[in-house]
């Protein structure tokens, strides 16, 4: 295995689902050709409103979903079509958290169950060594290891998620792969998990493909952003860069929209506020997806009518998919970006 | 001057487990054109609260207090006459507005119902005004999303019509229960654009129901923070912000990721344990159990609101901001 090869790599992945029936026929467009690698110990965002098809992705990295075209390579392996079977022993490799822990943990499986079951089912351990290294992990994650024999209705949602937290680790995967893990939680708790998803990373140095809703938790937690639209992905770059300066009118969108809580810097942001709603899936727009949204429009018209904008880098490791962008010598900038950063 | 006046409003469920104290005497009061935010976690008693004032809580609720609005007592008055407040005067909007909408029958006579029954207007009259509402809220082409049915609406659009459905009456409070949570960022934005808009130019007051601190620091005057029940904290929206007193207050503000500067990522502020149960609410301060500050004193007595600055009121043996303030 040579150092060069990233954990993850996905090249023009598309999910398609066909639709027959109550009137509607068609297919849905949910992913449609996305591309990005994940390096060992990186840390990516996936970002996105909901139908951008961010879980989508997560679901065919995973293999739940099996991609209708592109390929999924895992430490260089080509994963895209393997069968249940031929997956079993990668599943060592990669492993993921769930939105819900109410229904993600199996309801009559005790906690330590839940935990040691990746170990058991892979073959890795049995017996008194598999009960020291749950009760292990349980230390880890910070739950008492007397919560072993609870269920997970007995638990709350921050201690399931960490139940969660401790079976995707038990096998110390190189890929982690975590769909909204802190959308479901009260504040509170949703920073105790997330400090402790940071102090695992730091620890086990594995790949995180981290997919969420909230830009404030992915500029707390990430190393680089993909910023997703209606199947595509119309920015990626380095979490810092792409906080000091969006590029795609989307993302500058997105993130003049985040509440910040300070009364004094929220109120005095410039807003953007987006016309309409995303359009369905079912029926793309033309050219650019984001054309019948955007406040640019009118300057990107006819060619963002005609030609699908292509993921160009304008700066070190930023790419954007924007007519405008690629134009040399313009920045579609819709706001002040040093306003959005405050 | 005050609109609606709460004085010690206290609800009680009584389960097979013993009863469980889901508000303990909560006061406040609501001015005119005011947006009063009432923020906390799950369980803290903030929707509860306010459906206890328009009695829309099941009979197992023990509820007790005074609710003042317009010369009356909202908790004490007869059904017949509360029935012409609430949804007239007082309105409510939910947090899912898939839910809150029957699917059955287009939008535009869900609206016209309300005008019909609460205001007597003929059918053609409902029409008309149904339409105009639309366009209040901001629909785009609201004669035909009157004719449509809620499946054929988008989320913030399903919002929308249910905000104009709660001004239908031009109420004189509009309470809003989570009114963005299940709608995405970009959507957010536009509602709460909408909410300043409505208290600005119908000068309808407000009270907004939310666990998100952001929502509050964007159109908030006025903050009550709620825990296991009891207000904590209240405070104009500045001072709460600039100076929070309650150790729970400061550990809220703390958890929240912000945009940091430059330099390695700050640990965000945890609280440790968990919300107490409601049932065996303690003789002590609810939260000192997971609170930095606590001592002899916040486990054996209830600390009372007190006035720390003007207008400014805390429920804490020691009320002031973290020293160590992280993130």
């Known amino acids: 295995m040579n150092d060069g090869q990233p954990t993850l790599d996905v090249v023009d992945l598309v999910k398609h689902f ?13 992913v449609d050709g996305v591309s990005f690698s994940i390096a060992p110990g990186e840390l990516l965002g996936l970002v996105g409103e909901s139908g951008s098809g ?3 992705v997560a679901n065919c990295v995973i293999r739940l979903l099996e991609p209708t075209s592109g390929t999924v390579t895992l430490r260089g392996r080509d994963i895209t079509h393997l069968s249940r079977r031929e997956l079993r022993p990668l599943r060592r490799d990669m492993h993921m958290v769930f939105q819900d822990p109410y229904s993600s943990l199996d309801p009559r499986m005790t906690s330590g169950q839940i935990v040691g079951e990746p170990l058991y089912v892979q073959g890795l351990m049995r017996g008194t060594e598999l009960d020291r290294a749950v009760e292990a992990l349980f230390d880890r994650v910070g739950l008492r290891s007397e919560l072993r024999s609870r269920y997970p209705h007995e638990l709350s949602g921050g201690q399931r998620q960490r139940v969660g937290l401790a079976r995707a680790l038990s096998v110390s995967p190189k890929l982690l792969i975590a769909d909204e893990p802190v959308s479901a939680l009260d504040v509170s708790v949703q920073a105790s998990i997330l400090n402790l998803l940071g102090d695992l990373q730091q620890e086990f140095g594995f790949s995180c493909l981290f997919i969420t809703h909230d830009l404030a938790t992915v500029e707390y937690l990430c ?19 792409l906080f000091a300066s969006p590029t795609h009118p989307y993302t500058q969108a997105l993130l003049s929209a985040a509440v910040v809580p300070d009364p004094v810097i929220q109120r005095a942001r410039t807003r953007i506020v987006l016309e309409g709603d995303i359009p369905s899936p079912l029926d793309p727009p033309t050219g650019c997806r984001f054309r019948t949204r955007c406040p640019l429009e009118p300057q990107s018209a006819p060619l963002s009518h005609e030609r699908e904008p292509a993921l160009v880098e304008v700066g070190p490791g930023h790419h954007v998919a924007c007519h405008l962008a690629s134009r040399s010598g313009f920045t579609p900038a819709l706001v002040d970006t040093a306003e959005l950063g405050a | 001057m005050s609109l609606l006046t709460v004085d010690g409003l206290s609800v009680r469920f009584d389960t097979d487990d013993g009863p469980v104290h889901a508000v303990d005497r909560l006061s406040f009061s609501l001015a005119e054109r005011e947006v009063l935010g009432v923020v906390g976690e799950s ?13 829309l809580l099941p009979e ?23 029935r012409r407040v609430r949804g007239r005067q007082i309105a409510f909007v939910f947090q899912e507005p898939m839910t809150s909408l029957n699917p059955a029958f287009k939008v535009g006579r869900q609206i016209g ?11 053609g009259e409902a029409e008309r005004r149904t339409v ?44 809003a229960d989570e009114p963005t949570t299940a709608l995405d960022v970009t959507i957010q934005a536009g509602i709460l654009d909408l909410m300043r808009d409505i208290r600005e130019r119908l000068g309808t007051a407000i009270v907004l129901i939310t666990h998100n601190l952001g929502v509050v620091a964007d159109v908030a005057d006025r903050v009550i923070v709620m825990y296991a029940g009891r207000k904590a904290e209240e405070a104009p929206v500045g001072d709460l912000f600039a100076e929070p007193q309650h150790p729970y207050t400061n550990g809220l503000l703390g958890a929240v990721p ?13 609280i440790p344990g968990r919300v107490p149960s409601l049932a065996e609410l303690p003789g002590a301060c609810a939260f000192a159990p997971r609170c930095p500050r606590a001592d002899e004193r916040s486990r054996s007595q209830v600390p009372e609101l007190r006035e720390v600055r003007p207008n400014h009121l805390v429920a804490c043996f020691h009320p002031g901001p973290d020293l160590a303030q992280t993130g």
Not at chain 2, 142 to 165: K, T
Request: charged letters at 25%.
């Open chain 1, 18 to 30: 066909p639709v027959r029936g109550l009137g509607a026929r068609g297919v849905v467009h949910a």
């Open chain 1, 54 to 56: 961010k879980s989508t």
């Open chain 1, 223 to 241: 190393d680089r952003v993909a910023v997703m639209y209606l199947g595509k992905i119309v920015e990626l770059a380095p979490t810092r860069e």
């Open chain 2, 43 to 55: 369980g803290c008693g903030k929707s509860v609260s306010f459906m206890a004032l328009l009695r």
């Open chain 2, 60 to 82: 197992t609720a023990v509820v007790s207090g005074r609710a003042e609005f317009d010369g009356v007592d909202l908790l004490t008055i007869p059904s017949s006459r509360l």
């Open chain 2, 113 to 123: 119902e309300v005008l019909t029954r609460h205001l007597g207007l003929s059918r």
């Open chain 2, 132 to 175: 105009e509402l639309l366009d209040l809220v901001r629909i785009p082409a609201p004669d035909r999303r009157a004719r449509e049915y809620p499946h054929q609406l988008s989320g913030g659009m399903r919002q929308r019509v249910m905000i104009a459905m709660a001004l239908a009456c031009a109420p004189k409070i509009l309470i």
């Open chain 2, 258 to 270: 912000r945009p940091s500067v430059e330099g390695p990522r700050a640990r965000l502020r945890e």
